[in-house]
């Protein structure tokens, strides 16, 4: 849903009718999975995508017609029906697309969490007894609820429950035909130095939906010139920067300065924290005179292991822009849990 607001957004301000569908279950080779999303507008205006192309039409028809009978309905594409021929999807498996109008109350309930980086729980009844009921639930209580009023409560409990630990899939909740999106925030990219290889770093990092912070006290570095499109720059040091963005199972620190005083700060709060990934552009030579600075503080060899330098795949990269590629990379398996 996150790249779709914008768009649907505009459309809503509008005045525009907007359905969307929801991929909810796929088997074998379906080309995208669970969550992903695709918005329509009339005649036949899109965003996103539930297929990569192979179903789209069919689920762009489908999306249209909602808007006019304001029912929602479960489609089911397979190689099995004469169907995934007709739609394109004669390259094998078999995927569940929920299709359904879109509330502007539930639009705007949703773009307020996903902007503040709240988790949620959005729990949606998808086929059978109780179809459309819907809840979302975060922290704070039960932000949105439509549907049966018994439906609501079974489906609430399940959702506070779900929020801790829970995964996106298409479940069973009672006797109700579920489909369970669990929202996190986006990982968070905290860049330590501004140095050029961090320019196409963060371009890379933004375009694959991490939320990006520079952190760099030598403003020449980190500059808006140097980053046009980053959010947030901190001209300070990492010791007093780091506290305030918070280290979390959502970062990720990739450290660049080649200054200790900039960098052995930034490892000295990262490693005892839960960050998903701590990475370090340094030479072998470097690096041990690194691990020698931070014993002598105190860091543990334990701690000490999880830094990973020299920081990247090994893709033999040779450029900055090939440096942020391998460094992309690492991210990437860090996040997809191949590290």
């Known amino acids: 849903m996150r790249e779709l607001i914008p768009t649907v957004q505009a459309w809503l301000s509008d005045g525009l009718p907007v359905a969307t569908a929801v991929v909810v279950k796929t088997w074998g080779s379906s080309p995208r999975q669970a969550g992903a999303r695709l ?17 789209e039409s069919a689920v762009i028809d489908e999306a249209i017609t909602s808007l006019t009978d304001y029912t929602p309905r479960l489609l089911h594409f397979g190689v099995a029906d004469e169907s995934a021929w007709e739609v394109g999807l004669a390259c094998g498996g078999e995927v569940d697309v929920y299709v359904e109008p879109l509330d502007p109350e539930l639009f705007e309930v949703l773009r307020a969490r996903l902007e503040a980086e709240t988790p949620h729980i959005i729990a949606t ?3 059978g007894d109780g179809l459309g009921t819907k809840v979302v639930a975060d922290a ?10 018994d439906i609501i409560e079974a489906l609430s409990i399940r959702a506070f429950a779900a929020l801790t630990g829970g995964q996106t899939e298409r ?6 035909d579920v489909f369970v999106e669990v929202v996190q925030p986006r990982p968070h990219l905290i860049v330590v130095g501004g140095a050029h290889v961090a320019i196409p770093l963060i ?10 912070s520079l952190v760099d006290p030598r403003s020449a570095f980190a500059s808006r010139e140097r980053f046009p499109t ?8 990492p010791d007093k920067a780091l506290p305030a963005l918070g280290l979390d199972a959502h970062s990720y620190l990739v450290v660049l300065s080649h200054d200790p ?8 709060l990262a490693l005892p924290s839960p960050a998903r990934y701590i990475g370090v552009l340094s030479s072998r030579k470097t690096h041990a005179k690194r691990v020698e600075r931070l014993t002598q503080a105190g860091i543990p060899p334990e701690q000490l292991a999880r830094i990973r330098t020299p920081i990247g795949l090994d893709l033999g990269a040779q450029t900055p822009e090939e440096i942020a590629v391998s460094i992309m990379a690492e991210l990437i398996a860090a996040r997809r849990g191949k590290l």
């Open 39 to 55: 918005a329509v507008t009339p005649p036949h205006h899109m965003a996103g995508s539930v297929s990569g192309g192979c179903i």
């Open 203 to 212: 371009e890379m990092a933004e375009r694959v939906g991490f939320r990006v």
């Open 230 to 237: 980053i959010a947030h720059i901190h001209h300070t040091y």
């Open 171 to 176: 479940t069973t909740w009672g006797a109700y």
């Open 261 to 268: 005083k900039i960098d052995d700060p930034a490892l000295r």
């Open 140 to 149: 704070d209580g039960l932000p949105y609820a439509v549907g049966d009023p």
């Open 125 to 127: 009844v998808v086929h």
